[in-house]
């Protein structure tokens, strides 16, 4: 039995203070969402609901599940985030497995070519009429492809394999005669899995939450991701209000409409977010074990 002093006594329970402190203020607005969610706007824009739903109504969720833009948005989403996460990982992990064998000629300069693109990008207007030229406006690929590998994904992924895969195991694989592509799928990949779940969450959060590129390269409504359908909502909703204080003969119409997309708002919230709140915990053990990944080990 350890014999703990004042001291460590004390200390315990400034730390369990702190760690439940904490915990209230990451939860409280997931908590506060999911509340104002099932609850009147009434009550939610007069701030009488503060933690606990009141006037519970599920009129949101129905009106989201309901209208067929928010799952034609969900179904696109879902379709950029796995074929997103799997265009960014066929491209990131081979490049960084390549920058981080000794053998390949050029590799600091190329390096030092990607770290460059870190600090300076041709722009949007560039990156526009380059899409433009290349013929991918309103089409998937205006998503996908730009898109196709992180310059500080790439240079972590690097480290990962220079402090992991061990140059002894590559050179005893290759005295048994084993080629550069069959060493990278069997032997490097499997050993790499805390990254591949850290780089595919990371990847997946991006392309799950992105809608910038969306505004600017897609026009057609079939192919927008859902929080494109969000924004609308949200810009939708702020119009409602400033032609609600502006008065007109549609007043009582306006105040329903406003009512309605508080409503939707929190609900599409909630229903976007969750997803990635499901997904999480089945890589979260990859991710605690990933999360030095790209730190100095000595």
Known sequence: MIRHTFGDRVFQAMNSGFLA??????????LYIISASISDPTYVNSGQMWLWPKGLTFEGYERVFRNPDIWRGYFNSAFYTVAGVLINLAVTLPCAYA??????????????????????SGGLIPNYLLVKDLG????????????????????????FFQSNISREMEEAAAIDGCSDFRMFFVIVLP?????IAVMALFYGV???NQYFGALIYLSDRDMFPLQLFLREILVQ???ASQMLMNGGDVEVLMAEQTRI????????????????IVVYPFVQRHFVQGVMIGSVKG
Do not use: C, D
């Not at 300069?109 to 770290?115: D, E, G, Q, R």
């Not at 996908?144 to 310059?151: F, K, N, Q, V, Y």
């Not at 050993?191 to 990254?195: D, F, G, V």
């Open 21 to 30: 402190l904490l915990s209230i203020v990451v939860l409280y607005p997931l």
């Open 99 to 120: 920058l981080a064998r000794t053998g390949l000629p050029g590799r600091k300069p190329i390096a030092l070519f990607i770290i460059f693109t870190m600090f300076f």
């Open 136 to 159: 991918m406006v309103n089409t998937y690929w205006a998503l996908l492809l730009p898109a196709a590998a992180s310059a500080i994904n790439i240079i972590v992924s690097r480290t």
């Open 191 to 195: 050993l790499s899995k805390a990254l």
């Open 206 to 208: 991006g392309h799950w």
């Open 237 to 239: 909703q702020e119009i």
């Open 261 to 276: 997309a508080e409503l939707i708002k929190y609900a599409v919230m909630i229903v976007a977010a969750l997803p990635l």
